[in-house]
């Protein structure tokens, strides 16, 4: 069973450019969140997506952020009109189930290292 | 919602000694989860060790252990017999329900031969 998969690993672009993150989840998982990582932080939540649907969004940024799990295909975290603050690793996460009674562990993938020149 | 705190940046440790790793969390959650995390340079996460909030007994995997004390939310981490393959990132993590993990700032720990 492969883990988490996130392409690209690297990604360089320039200001103004967007950048597309994609992430395709364990097999099994229906659940995928997505995390930033600036340098020297900790990872921060973004958004909590179940298939075709955002559960939970309050770490995104209000504009040029947005992501997406369709019913078929991988998980996209797309970036308009990038600027250096963005230069961050971008984790991705998967379980298969969510519930608020137990816990589901996330398995992360390996991560996607943006920069912006 | 959740605060988690290291307060350590780096530690060190010999190799085959013990070392201790800090984190303080606070929580409105009555019902909760705590992680320890090892990055290496890989930038790979890893999980190293969880705890149920509502679990009394420690959690330990092999050489990893930790002290959980609740009252004063407190969730350190024990590494014995500590191996130059120890040597990472490691984040302290809090969790309620499946989603939404809230890590600290991390602990850069280095293994001395």
């Known amino acids: 069973n492969a883990g988490v998969m996130q392409n690209p690993r690297h990604l360089v672009r320039r200001r103004g450019q967007e950048a597309r993150l994609r992430c395709s989840p364990m097999?099994?998982?229906?659940?995928v969140y997505w995390y930033r990582q600036l340098p020297e932080e900790g990872l921060k939540f973004m958004v909590y997506?179940?298939?075709?649907?955002?559960?939970?969004e309050s770490g995104m940024p209000k504009e040029r952020f947005s992501a997406e799990f369709p019913k078929e295909g991988p998980s996209i975290l797309r970036i308009q009109q990038v600027v250096r603050g963005d230069s961050a690793a971008y984790f991705c996460?998967?379980?298969?189930?969510?519930?608020?009674?137990?816990?589901?562990?996330?398995?992360f993938g390996p991560g996607t290292r943006l920069t912006v020149l | 919602a959740q605060t988690v705190t290291q307060s350590q940046p780096e530690m060190s440790v010999q190799e085959a000694e013990t070392v201790t790793l800090s984190c303080t969390y606070d929580?409105?959650?009555?019902?909760?989860?705590l992680f320890w995390y090892k990055q290496p340079p890989s930038r790979q996460m890893i999980l190293v060790i969880r705890?149920?909030?509502?679990?009394?007994q420690n959690a330990t995997e092999n050489r990893f252990s930790v002290n959980f004390q609740k009252a004063a939310k407190s969730f350190s981490l024990k590494i014995s017999d500590s191996q130059l393959g120890d040597a990472a990132m490691y984040f302290c993590?809090?969790?309620?329900?499946?989603?939404?993990?809230?890590f600290g700032k991390g602990t850069k720990l280095s293994v001395i031969p």
């Open positions: 997506l179940q298939k075709e649907n955002i559960i939970d």
């Open positions: 996460a998967s379980s298969p189930r969510a519930s608020l009674r137990t816990y589901n562990e996330q398995f």
């Open positions: 993590a809090a969790g309620a329900g499946s989603y939404q993990l809230t």
């Open positions: 929580t409105s959650e009555s019902d909760y989860y």
């Open positions: 097999k099994g998982h229906s659940h």
């Open positions: 705890q149920e909030a509502y679990k009394q």
